[in-house]
């Protein structure tokens, strides 16, 4: 059960549109739509924005959005905004019941 | 509404046994397709999951830590409980307890409740 792999930073100008990647491998990402995405901002609990790969909870803004193709996933947010800014985690099953987070991307808005 | 709120020791020495507690309102433990699940997160890394128990007592657990881990619930009491055995200071975390979808997501977390390892 190894981490997904994230890039650890990603930024952009208000009003861009970022991607960030979540590479698994055939054993989770590759094999279950059960990818779902979090954001953290500092001190506080992650909260779900993307989950069963490409499905908003309600209130989640639609400027993010979610896709996976092969063993990865990724997340977009399309329109970035200042509260934006946050620490993203992807998240995958992996199996036998288990689950397997992403190493996480620090978003920063320029 | 949904809330689940951890309580346990704040500092454990290592070799310790953890013990902490969730504690949720707003639903059951007895829900179908709903479970809690364990998340840590050491200062400034990743989260990392750790175990779930489900509304039919199905239980997993980490690979990497399954020796260590034991997850139970209290229906009654609306109580999840984790242990964790042979406490180290790589151990220091916020662990948060998190309910999780059958075949979904996890879509509401507690706060969050700090350990530190330390002697």
């Known amino acids: 059960q190894s981490a997904l792999t994230q890039v650890a930073s990603v930024s952009g100008f208000p009003g861009q549109s970022i991607t960030i990647s979540c590479a698994g491998t055939s054993s989770d990402v590759g094999s279950y739509n059960l990818v779902s995405w979090y954001q953290q901002h500092p001190g506080k609990a992650p909260k779900v924005i993307i989950y069963?790969?490409?499905k908003r909870p309600s209130g989640v803004p639609d400027r993010f959005s979610g896709s996976k193709s092969g063993n990865t996933a990724s997340l977009t947010i399309s329109g970035l905004q200042a509260e934006d800014e946050a620490v993203y985690y992807c998240?995958?099953?992996?199996?036998?019941?288990?689950?397997?987070f992403g190493t996480g991307t620090e978003v920063t808005v320029l | 509404q949904v809330t689940l709120k951890e309580s346990g020791p704040v500092l454990v020495k290592p070799t310790e046994t953890l013990t902490l507690t969730c504690t949720v309102s707003?639903?059951?433990?007895?829900?179908?397709?709903?479970?809690v699940s364990w998340i840590r997160q050491p200062p400034g890394k990743a989260l990392e999951w750790l175990a779930h128990i489900f509304w039919n007592d199905e239980k997993s657990y980490t690979t990497s830590l399954k020796s260590r881990l034991t997850i139970s619930k209290d229906s009654s009491k609306s109580q999840v409980v984790l242990t964790m055995t042979n406490m180290d200071p790589v151990d220091t975390a916020t662990f948060y307890c998190?309910?999780?979808?059958?075949?979904?997501?996890?879509?509401?977390w507690g706060q969050g409740t700090m350990v530190t390892v330390s002697s």
């Open positions: 069963e790969v490409s």
């Open positions: 998240c995958s099953y992996a199996s036998s019941g288990t689950y397997v």
């Open positions: 707003g639903f059951s433990l007895t829900n179908a397709r709903m479970g």
């Open positions: 998190v309910r999780i979808l059958l075949n979904s997501a996890f879509d509401f």
